[in-house]
């Protein structure tokens, strides 16, 4: 007798946990601009990306992200406001022209600025910098992660063997989220 | 309910070894699955813990990136392990991805894990961390189903074991209660055979050593004793009936010789009272008359002696006396008697001065006793022979005659009271049988003895008496 109402008592704690589960999903999230989410992308990557120790001139060096072209509306900036990796404070710093990439940990590339893509990579050549772009041949150019927008949904493309070349440990769980590509055609980059 | 106490004792051991073995396998088995649950429970939970890391490890890029279809994959990996029932990530307390197998209606939202163990689920939460920070959690559940059935399984077959146990108990205890039940069964056939038959000669046998050894032991001993003391029952049983019908036989005898004297007494007195009598005649009744009240006398006087006999009132007054003078009072007393019968009494007396230290009456009433049987025995006509004198330290008297002896049957209970070789009421002598009783207690009272010799009947019988002389003696 106790065990039926116990159970009856369980169903209907199953009832309110599905009503309750239910009105949580009916709530509306906010939705994330693709700028937002390409930015929060960009943090992440940071996340699970190793640098080698000799990219950063100090221990307490900041992380920068650097970014040529317009892009992200300010919302990059907003996301690492105020984070840290590895105890690192990260910083946007902005190419708007030339080819200095010196001292970025990553190296955004916005579709703007599609014709310095080539040069840009070329100046970042071996060194430790991850280069996320948006152009079409941005891989075949010698890129390393290149953003795809399919149906409204960001994903993303890695090369491996140009993450490899930059000295960059890429997460193997990063690789399964992402669509590995190695293109044909190597990308005219002094060697 | 059958009781314990109301069964056999094979069926108690039986019943004791099956409780024993049973109770036995219960709590060990009872053991068992309680460190089984404990263990398979904590296993459970270990597992499923590791299981948590391993997916909270696997889904923290998908859950950076926010790729959910990426983390239900992962968590899909998760159909491996059919224990894991509900897999669960939260991003905070939203729920990010879920993966439900079996066909628990539970879900993941809201979150559940605030009581970690519920009913038959395990919960184990593990933090998805990137960089050292916490972007979500893993929650996984894990159902006991599995380690229940095994439990069941496990329940069936000491279930199964415990039926043969009792059985294979059942067939030993069935063999071996016999070391115990049949000597104690063996025990009780026979105590309820001897109950049974009144014999007490049946033994008990004789089994091994121990205990029922002991018991075994102890019930003959008790068999024996009761037997003596049945069978000393029964002698003096039949000892006092043979009392009794000598009691009543002399009863009888005695009315009889209490009246006799008194019939020829009234008879003769009738007679002197018609006065039809001459003298010659008046005086042969006063003599018959003074014979008979003297017999009377003498009766009652031995039914005295032996009532005072019996109660320890006869005194014997001992002085130094002269031998002779108490030989020839006794035989002076005798001469009328002997003489009517035409019976001589040879005397031998050696040294009519031999002095005896004893009760000169009492020593005079033995000797008359012994003169008269003597005389009442032998024919007429015939010849009794006193002898006197001193052997060593003691004075001797024997008496014989050549009357009707005596029956060597008899020989043991001719000094007992009461009793007669010849008990019948058609008998030839008178008496009552106290005579030799009264005369073996007189001399024994003098520290003397007295014995009877004869060849058999008509043989004639010799009584010799032995009085004791004091060392003092001058």
């Known amino acids: ?191 | 309910m059958i009781s314990l106490r109301t069964l056999s004792i094979p069926k108690k051991i039986v019943v004791i070894a099956m409780i024993i073995s049973a109770s036995a396998l219960l709590v060990a088995s009872g053991a068992v699955l309680g460190y089984d649950y404990i263990v398979a429970r904590e296993n459970l939970r270990s597992n499923t813990m590791t299981l948590a890391r391993i997916v909270a490890d696997n889904t923290s890029a998908a859950v950076a990136f926010n790729d959910k279809a990426a983390a239900v994959d992962t968590l899909n990996a998760l159909h491996a392990e059919p224990s894991i029932v509900l897999g669960c990530i939260y991003m905070g307390d939203a729920l990010f991805a879920q993966h439900v197998s079996g066909r628990d209606v539970q879900m993941c939202s809201p979150r559940l894990s605030s009581d970690p163990s519920d009913g038959d689920l395990v919960w184990t939460a593990a933090p998805i961390e990137v960089k050292g920070k916490q972007i979500g959690t893993v929650e996984l559940g894990a159902t006991l189903g599995p380690t229940y059935g095994r439990l069941r399984f496990e329940i069936a077959i000491i279930a199964v074991i415990l039926l043969m146990s009792a059985l294979f108990a059942l067939a030993l205890s069935a063999r071996l209660h016999k070391f115990v039940s049949e000597p104690i069964l063996r025990l009780a056939r026979t105590a309820d055979e001897v109950s049974r038959h009144q014999d007490y000669s049946i033994r008990a046998a004789k089994q091994g050593e121990g205990e029922l050894a002991t018991l075994a032991n102890s019930f003959n001993d008790m068999l024996a004793q009761i037997q003596l003391r049945t069978a000393a029952l029964a002698k003096a049983n039949q000892e006092l009936q043979n009392a009794n019908k000598m009691k009543d036989e002399f009863l009888a005898t005695l009315s009889h010789e209490l009246r006799t004297p008194l019939t020829s007494i009234f008879g003769w007195v009738n007679l002197m009272r018609q006065g039809r009598l001459d003298e010659e005649k008046t005086a042969k009744a006063v003599d018959v008359i003074d014979r008979n009240v003297r017999a009377q006398i003498q009766l009652v006087d031995d039914l005295l002696n032996v009532s005072q006999i019996i109660t320890g009132k006869l005194k014997i007054h001992t002085c130094w006396t002269n031998a002779g003078t108490i030989v020839r009072a006794a035989l002076d007393s005798i001469q009328p008697a002997a003489a009517a019968k035409n019976i001589e009494i040879a005397v031998n007396l050696p040294d009519s001065e031999e002095r005896v230290f004893a009760d000169p009456e009492r020593i005079q009433q033995v000797l008359w006793n012994l003169l008269t049987n003597a005389v009442k025995f032998s024919e007429k006509g015939g010849r009794v022979c006193l002898e006197a004198g001193r052997v060593g330290t003691a004075f001797r008297i024997s008496v014989s005659d050549s009357g009707e002896g005596i029956d060597p049957e008899f020989m043991p209970f001719l000094f007992e009271r009461f009793t007669q070789a010849d008990a019948s009421k058609t008998r030839k002598h008178g008496g009552l049988g106290l005579g030799l009783a009264i005369v073996r207690h007189i001399v024994e009272s003098h520290g003397g003895t007295v014995t009877a010799q004869s060849k058999g009947k008509g043989q004639g019988a010799t009584f010799t008496i032995h009085l004791p002389i004091p060392a003092n003696t001058a």
């Open chain 1, 1 to 191: 007798m106790k065990s039926r109402t116990l159970g009856s008592a369980v169903v209907t704690i199953y009832w309110i946990g599905l009503i309750l589960a239910c009105s949580v999903w009916a709530v509306p999230q906010a939705a994330s601009t693709e700028d937002e989410v390409k930015a929060a992308f960009l943090f992440n990557f940071a996340k699970f990306v190793d640098w080698p120790m000799q990219s950063f001139p100090g221990s307490d060096s900041p992380f920068t992200i650097c970014v040529a072209g317009n892009a992200f509306d300010g919302a990059l900036e907003r996301i690492v406001q105020g984070e840290t990796l590895d105890r690192r404070p990260l910083v946007v710093r902005p190419v708007p022209t030339g080819t200095d990439v010196r001292g970025c940990q990553i190296l955004y590339i916005a579709p703007s600025e599609a014709r310095r893509v080539p040069d840009l990579i070329t100046a970042a050549g071996n060194n430790p910098v991850l280069t996320v772009g948006e152009t079409g041949d941005f891989i075949e150019d010698g890129g390393t992660i290149r953003f795809v927008n399919a149906g409204g949904r960001i994903h993303f493309q890695i090369n491996p063997d140009a993450a490899e070349r930059a000295s960059l440990k890429v997460s193997s769980r990063l690789l399964r989220l992402a669509e590995v590509v190695r293109p044909r055609r190597r990308a005219g980059v002094a060697r």
